[in-house]
């Protein structure tokens, strides 16, 4: 449902960023038309570290421009999702990933 709200206010000329916040990080496969996208906490552990990634490496661009990001966090039970969560927003903030939207849709946990 919110994925086709979303989709209803980008065909009405509205910029949009998707930030999934769910650890099973699908919060983007219907936007881009694809199976799951990798997020920002599996990218930054493969490079070293988040401060070595750039926007460009967890943001994929979906229907008319739709930007979607998910950030990704340890397996249901095990850990703190939320510590995920925020160190993406974090870094999207600090990227200018907020520059430029007219909505941000956040999909959480539960």
């Known amino acids: 449902t919110s994925q086709n709200t979303l989709a209803a206010l980008v065909e009405m000329d509205q910029k949009i960023?998707?930030?999934?916040?769910?650890?099973?990080a699908d919060s983007t496969r219907l936007i881009l038309n694809t199976?799951?996208?990798?997020?920002?906490?599996?990218?930054?552990?493969?490079?070293?570290?988040?401060?070595?990634?750039?926007?460009e490496d967890v943001m994929k661009i979906g229907y008319k421009g739709?930007?979607?990001?998910?950030?990704?966090g340890?397996?249901?039970?095990?850990?703190?999702a939320g510590?995920?969560?925020?160190?993406?927003i974090n870094f999207l903030e600090e990227n200018g990933a907020y520059d430029d939207v007219d909505y941000v849709s956040y999909d959480v946990l539960g």
Do not use: F, N
Not at 36 to 51: F, I, M, R, W, Y
């Open 66 to 72: 739709i930007k979607c990001t998910e950030a990704g």
């Open 35 to 55: 199976k799951l996208q990798d997020t920002v906490l599996h990218l930054a552990a493969k490079a070293g570290s988040v401060e070595d990634l750039e926007l």
């Open 17 to 24: 960023l998707i930030v999934g916040c769910d650890p099973k």
């Open 74 to 80: 340890p397996e249901p039970g095990v850990g703190c």
């Open 83 to 88: 510590r995920g969560v925020i160190t993406a």
